[in-house]
């Protein structure tokens, strides 16, 4: 301890003694003891106050760190790429619009409410527009309902209000004349959807030709370039001082895993080597397996929480081939997929035939017949009965799409990552698999998760499922522990079980965020100072 | 020793820290004897 605080102790306790032995009888020693207690207060209150300034002065020094600037830029290169792969990677023109999770949405309606219904009745609109396709209700024509409906929900669309009363109260009359009317509304866009799917490819076709040519790139090198900004951001961001501050502020680091024993403590359980006695050269070579090592249990962790998706396609395919192999040696005309096409087709002709006869004007305006009547409410009951049939045919279309897209675009080359960006392609199949995995899900949970799942896929730098083959028999933990045991890291197959996969990736996190804090402005003590001050001055 | 001398600068943080801790308690202190005689004082008036 240096020279000066010995000194302010020294004082401290002279002063103190002071005050303890002070006489205390008779009013004139009070007097003085209280004067003497008053200076005494005002001389150390001057000085704490001057502690508190210099206190607060270095905080804001330490604390005061630059926006990286860089970081942003390439946020936005990465956003650049991004649409550019959304715009040219192979998913139909269906899942480019988004559609997929707009139908799973409508069709889900009994779980949701009107709003989420309006707003994604509204968005496929928006949809439709963005492809060049200028929706007015009369597009609605799957049936009187439809329309009714969508021209009140467009008009008020229009005026800024989907959720108006006078929506609310559309949607209650024609819902208590058709109790099936989202399900007309659901197979109203799904028929949309068909009348304008040349025009849409067409649309999306050229939009790639367009953005590969403006960037002078490969569908391919547009892949490449995303996933090497990403890294390049990821590698950034470890050692930038905002970032390593913000995580401190968040709590998601806490600084007193960060102490030096502990860092020692931890560095030995997973290297065996005392760190204060490793050459650079070694300390070096060690902390890049520790940072690839942390890298590869992140992306492990969090594929374990898809895993389930990646499971469920992988058990669909067995099925799949399984059934191709019993019926190979049937003559089959036509595939699942075409039947199911020729009856949507067919279903759509009958609807609109009885639509036909329905909208026909009567004989006499005013006058209507109650023979006539009777046969329109035939008619009616009949293209009802044949929309929820189509409705089913959707329904069964989708999976065969599905079935068919396993079997063209999965073999034994596809890794875990090919599999796992299948399922987040297509929405309704990955809300199944939520589903099937837990069942008390909640649509809005449903809704969360794909994005996060989509946003795994979309901007994470893969290293580990995008090289594990779905025909690798080995478990991808017992992958990664073999590879960084052979580096000489102390992993056993335990650290990889359910309860104890945490503490290694926690107990990673730490060597690695404590080697890229050494990268940074800050010292850990820095960062000690800056959390104590923070505490005490409610920063 | 003069305490308005004193160059809190020549601190390391810790020490900084530390030695703030022991004034706000100094004055803990002095606050709670303050009270003390203040009340010794009305005691004797």
Redesign the interface.
Known sequence: MKELVENIEKQITTDKEVISVLPRNGIKAIKTLLKTIQEMTEKYENLNEKLLKEIEERYDNLTTVEENTEIPQIEQEILKYDIAEKNTDTRSSFEKMGLDRVIYNVNGYYKSNLERLNKELIFSIKQFEKVGIKLTADDFCISEYAKKYMEVLLREAYNGDINSEAVKNQFEKVYWECSEVVSHLYVNIRYIYDKYESQIDRFYNEKAQEILKGLSLTVEDVEERKADLIKKKNQIEETDNKNILDKFYTGSLNINDYKEDNYKRIYTELTDKDVTKLSDIEKNEIDENIDKLNTNLTEYAKYLEYKFLVEQVLQTRQELLKNAEANKDKKVKKTQYELTKEEIKKLQTEIFKLNSKIEKPSKGFFERKKAEDKKDSISILQRNNLVLDLKKAYMQLDEEIINQKILQNLDETSSLFDVLKFASSYYGYMAKAMIKNNEDITDKEIGENAEKIRNFINFSNFTVINHVKISDTKELSIIIKDKYKLLGMQLSKENFEEDSIEDLIRKVRIINNYNNIQKSKFSIKDLEYIMNVKEMLKK | ?E??N???????????????K???S??K???G??ET??K??EE??
């Open positions: 020793m305490l308005k004193i160059k809190t600068s020549n601190l390391e943080n810790d020490e900084l820290l530390d030695t703030q022991q004034v706000e100094f004055l202190f002095l606050n004897e303050y005689v203040k010794l004082e004797n008036s």
